[in-house]
């Protein structure tokens, strides 16, 4: 989870979300690297006293000026839409849940099981045990095993949500009378926050999503006794 005066985005718990943070270190390096030569050439042109009367009608540098540009944006390009297949591909998933959003709150339903859903409350800051975060803890986390690919079906009951955890590398709006469709993989155990990332009312700051990632022998066994109570 994010932390005070953190800079960069959270660790990543899931492939996708390792694929982004790659990618924003590798743009950020093109970004710096244009700005030092755009900072360079500034400084050139207004601290020198010379000129270059061929400078003004060249066919090399206009040619050098139009392909260079080019050519970063491919560097650019490329990678990122590498990555937009990859969040779109959904191959045999082994467990699908389906999130809807309220107002102000979430259920999930596990459509893979014949009766499992509940309710996913923000528990109130004076309910809150010593190591609890304030605004981000629920009554009713949603637990996933590791290591699976897990299918999400957003959607919403009255307004227009986005379910957004962060750390999985997953965003995606949650609209009534639409059913949206992500993926992800848990890479590790942990527990992973995110919150509501659309405006949807007065308690937009109070529907925080928690997953609880699990080994599949313990998940097998957490499913086993929601499904008995």
């Known amino acids: 989870m994010a932390h005070p005066s953190q800079l960069g985005l959270q660790d990543a718990a899931s492939p996708v979300m390792e694929e982004l943070l790659h990618f924003h270190d590798h743009a950020l390096m093109v970004i710096y690297l244009i700005s030092t030569f755009v900072l360079y050439i500034i400084l050139t042109v207004v601290t020198t006293k010379l000129t270059n009367k061929f400078a003004h009608d060249s066919q090399e540098i206009e040619i050098i000026w139009t392909v260079l540009p080019a050519v970063i944006l491919i560097m650019i390009a490329l990678p990122s839409l590498r990555i937009l297949y990859l969040m779109d591909e959904i191959n045999n998933p082994h467990l699908t849940i389906k999130a809807i959003g309220h107002q102000w709150y979430w259920s999930y339903e596990y459509t893979d099981y014949k009766d499992l859903s509940f309710d996913s409350y923000m528990i109130p800051t004076q309910d809150l045990t010593p190591g609890q975060f304030r605004l981000l803890e629920v009554d009713h ?55 509501c990332s659309e405006i949807c009312g007065a308690n937009h700051s109070f529907m925080p999503i928690v997953i609880e990632a699990i080994p599949l022998k313990h998940f097998e066994d957490w499913s086993t006794s929601m499904l008995e109570t």
């Open 141 to 195: 986390r949603m637990v996933i095993p590791i290591d699976s690919p897990i299918r999400m079906l957003i959607t919403a009951e009255d307004v227009l949500h986005s379910w957004t955890v962060p750390s999985m590398g997953v965003k995606m709006d949650a609209v009534p009378g639409r059913l949206n469709q992500a993926t992800f993989i848990a890479s590790r155990p942990g527990v992973y926050y995110g919150q």
